[in-house]
């Protein structure tokens, strides 16, 4: 387990909440696009209300799982799950001094192999 300082924690929160705002953009504009395409202007709108109703509580559970009940403790799993994810980019960890950038780097090449 990482231990993050005070000032990491920071850090953390702060990248923690650009994730949830990406992949929040990202849903968004995923649900825009179904909403203008011709499937949503020819299928039967109840069919469309049940595709639209699994794909918002499909989501809803990912979001709670990623965000939901986080403590410090927390922190730095959530934010290598984020960068393993590739909602976070390398110029967003950059902001952790070095020794927490090459933690997440490493771990995330050792996956990657």
């Given at each position: 387990?990482?231990?993050?300082?005070?000032?990491?924690?920071k850090i953390a929160r702060e990248?923690?909440?650009?994730?949830?705002?990406?992949?929040?953009?990202?849903?968004?504009?995923?649900?825009?696009?179904?909403?203008?395409?011709?499937?949503?202007?020819?299928?039967?709108?109840?069919?469309?209300?049940?595709?639209?109703?699994?794909?918002?509580?499909?989501?809803?559970?990912?979001?709670?799982?990623?965000?939901?009940?986080?403590t410090g403790s927390r922190y730095?799993?959530?934010?290598?799950?984020?960068?393993?994810?590739?909602?976070?980019?390398?110029?967003?960890?950059?902001?952790?001094?070095?020794?927490?950038?090459?933690?997440?780097?490493?771990?995330?090449?050792?996956?990657?192999?």
């Amino acid at each position: 387990m990482i231990e993050l300082s005070k000032n990491q924690k920071k850090i953390a929160r702060e990248l923690i909440q650009l994730g949830l705002q990406r992949e929040c953009k990202s849903f968004t504009t995923q649900i825009e696009k179904f909403t203008n395409s011709q499937e949503w202007k020819t299928r039967d709108p109840h069919e469309l209300y049940i595709k639209l109703y699994k794909e918002v509580t499909s989501f809803d559970k990912h979001i709670a799982q990623q965000y939901n009940n986080l403590t410090g403790s927390r922190y730095f799993d959530t934010v290598f799950n984020l960068f393993w994810q590739d909602v976070l980019t390398t110029d967003d960890i950059a902001r952790f001094d070095v020794e927490v950038q090459n933690k997440l780097l490493g771990i995330k090449n050792l996956f990657q192999q």
